[in-house]
């Protein structure tokens, strides 16, 4: 059975691979990749907590399955759309400036 060791062990791993990438990659639109795995491993944390510790009273009142994990993950997924958004029009700009996506060129704002 898949208890919330499983979940929270797979959210490390997906956080841990995030993190790497977003620290070691020299191109801009890998990191913010790097960046939304990041975001999904925070999203399967906070929903596996929200599955897995919800109190028994409150299962055998049938109230069932607390939303507070499932709605801390909507803001969640609402701020990595808006990041994604932002992000890539930064990146857009910067390379109509630029011609390039690599990070180490990007250290001027100006040309």
Known sequence: ??????????????????????????????????????????????????????PLSAQEQGLGILLTGQVFAIFVITVAAAEVALGLAIVLAIYRNRQTVHITEMNALKK
């Open 1 to 54: 059975m898949i208890g919330l060791t499983h979940y929270l062990v797979f959210s490390g791993i997906i956080l841990s691979i995030g993190v790497y990438g977003a620290l070691t990659k020299r191109n801009a639109i890998a990191v913010l990749m790097c960046i939304e795995l990041v975001f999904n491993a925070v999203t399967i944390a906070l929903i596996s907590f929200a599955r897995y510790t919800v």
